[in-house]
């Protein structure tokens, strides 16, 4: 039943009792709170979300796949963030290091076979690490029994909680080429300084360093994105006029969220039957008078 436990989520929380946790829906196998080592909640849920289908969970950690946003022809940000994960029970990797974790696997079902017709395993492991870095790392896998291979697009959709949408800035992305949402994916390139927020964003930075700066000026807060495999990154605030029309999203959140996270997108993966692919995202949330340097 939709509203039974595994519409419930689980939490995932050191053995040591420090303040870090991580709750993890098996909706969308999709993370909607992290909080760090202080007890500080780093991501953003609206209030208005939904936590069962049809609608994806609105903020938190989405997994886009196997498309993202509407780059193909499959519904917005692929199918996984709408689909029901299960535990995985024998997760192929595990980090020692890390303090906690848990592990969720997604696979086709029939009715996916109509829309993307492969089979596939998508595993996500959650960790948090003794300093409360939250880690994420997806592997997928083609296990087409004929020889066909797959091609798929990735994201990790990451919302920020964030003070004041006015006070943030992202180091990392200046002079990158972009893909602007807004004006029909074209490519732009601006030879600015960090990126900051006066208005709707929605673009996709692409070929980015492993290390993206969120900061966070009033909170005094800094939000380090590392990634792997994942080159580009996904930009995005609806801004007021957006937000008023989005049904599960407050009026005034737009100012109190910022979407940035590790995507794949502008070169799309393929893998052939047996081969299996990694895409890992590291934050941590560290005070801002932390250095940005590479
Ligand atoms: C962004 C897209 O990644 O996600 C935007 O580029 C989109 O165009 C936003 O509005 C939110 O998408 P959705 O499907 O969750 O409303």
């Keep these: 039943a939709r509203e039974g436990p595994r519409y419930r989520p689980r ?3 050191p053995p040591r009792g420090r303040g870090s946790s991580v709750e993890v829906y ?12 202080f007890g500080e909640q780093q991501l ?3 209030r208005k979300a939904s936590f069962k289908p049809p609608k994806a969970i609105r903020g938190g950690i989405q997994i886009c796949f196997p498309q993202l ?6 519904e917005q940000h692929g199918f996984a963030r709408n689909r029901l994960w299960s535990v995985d029970e024998s997760p192929p990797f595990l980090d020692t290091t890390f303090d906690c974790h848990i592990d969720l696997i997604l696979k086709q079902s029939e009715e996916d076979l109509k829309i993307w017709p492969h089979s596939y395993e998508l595993r996500l492991q959650v960790a948090l690490s003794p300093t409360g870095d939250l ?36 180091d990392g992305l200046d002079t990158l080429d972009y893909l602007d949402n807004l004006r029909s994916k074209m490519r732009c390139n601006e030879q600015g300084d960090a990126v900051v927020f006066e208005s709707e964003v929605d673009s996709l930075y692409l070929s980015a360093p492993r290390k993206i700066v ?11 994105l590392r990634k792997k495999e994942l080159p580009d990154v996904v930009v995005w605030n609806p801004w007021d006029k957006k937000a008023k029309v989005m ?7 737009y100012n109190c969220m910022l979407c940035v996270g590790a995507a794949c997108i502008e070169k799309p993966i393929t893998l052939r039957p047996g081969e299996e692919w990694q895409g890992r995202q590291e934050i941590s949330s560290v005070p801002s008078s ?4 590479q």
């Design 44 to 46: 953003f849920v609206s």
């Design 26 to 37: 098996f909706y969308g196998g999709q993370v909607t709170s992290w909080k760090n080592n």
């Design 290 to 293: 932390y250095s940005s340097g």
């Design 214 to 224: 969120t900061i966070d000026h009033e909170k005094k807060r800094t939000l380090v």
């Design 135 to 170: 880690i994420l790392i997806s592997r997928i896998k083609n296990n087409n029994a004929d020889c066909k291979p797959f091609q798929f697009s990735f994201a990790y959709h990451t919302s920020f909680s964030v003070s004041d949408i006015s006070e943030v800035r992202v």
């Design 247 to 253: 049904p599960d999203f407050g009026a005034e959140e």
């Design 11 to 13: 939490q995932v929380r």
């Design 69 to 74: 946003g509407n780059h193909g022809v499959l």
